[in-house]
Structures are given as C-alpha cells and as structure tokens.
C-alpha cells in the first residue's frame, strides 16, 4: 500500500516562501503522476500543481503559476512544492497525492488519484 506523508506546513507571513514535502513509501512504479491539492475552509479541493515520470512535465493552476514550483527528487522518493510570494487567498490544508499512471493533464480532480496523504496546514497571515 502506496503511503504519502506530506510535511512542511506552517504559519508564514503575506509575501514568504514555504516548501512542502511529500515522502512516498514503496513507489515502484516507473510510471506516475503526482499531485499537490489544497482546501480551503468552505471550499472544494482543488489541483495547484503537478508532475509526471515523462520527462517530468508539470503543470500549474493558474492562481499559482509563477510563484510555486514543484519537483522530484527520485532518490529520496520525495515530491517538493516550493511556494514563494504567498497570499493570503493561499491558506489551505495541502494534499499530495499519487496515481501509478501517467495522465496528459495531471492537474486535475481528485478522482483521478488514488493514494492520498494527510495533509499540511499552510495559513498566510500577518
């Protein structure tokens, strides 16, 4: 069973940077998309950023693009999103999540992944 631990989350200022990660146990599969979600309080989860195995194409939701960055390190199994120029509209709880495929858009719902971690609490506030 795929296991995803995301950590990183915290209170930061309006305009700082945080980096989250995500440990993936027992990721074989040469094959993969992998996901950041987040949820605000009130809302619906929604897709920030994404990666896949195929020459690690990413992808980003347009309310983040050009502030966050996502990234592998394969060695460690471990997925990055590194979040510069927060907002406050950016607190939200943030999920990783893995699918053991490879989707044209990996920015997507959350139907298309199966395995999910626990999430990180990211609050931006003065």
């Known amino acids: 069973q795929l296991q995803l631990v995301e950590s990183g989350g915290g209170l930061v200022q309006p305009g700082g940077s945080l980096r989250l990660s995500c440990a993936i146990s027992?990721?074989?599969?040469?094959?993969?998309?992998i996901s950041w979600f987040r949820q605000a309080p009130g809302k619906q989860r929604e897709g920030v950023a994404c990666?896949?195995?195929?020459?690690?194409?990413?992808n980003y939701a347009d309310s983040v693009k050009g502030r966050f960055t996502i990234s592998m390190d394969n060695a460690k199994n471990t997925v990055y999103l590194q979040m510069n120029s927060l907002k406050r509209e950016d607190t939200a709880v943030y999920y990783c999540?893995?699918?053991?495929?490879?989707?044209?858009?990996?920015?997507?719902?959350?139907?298309?992944?199966?395995?999910w971690g626990q999430g990180t609490r990211v609050t931006v506030s003065s």
């Open positions: 990666i896949t195995s195929s020459g690690g194409t990413t």
């Open positions: 027992e990721f074989t599969s040469h094959y993969y998309s």
């Open positions: 999540a893995a699918e053991d495929q490879i989707y044209y858009s990996c920015l997507g719902f959350v139907s298309m992944y199966t395995y």
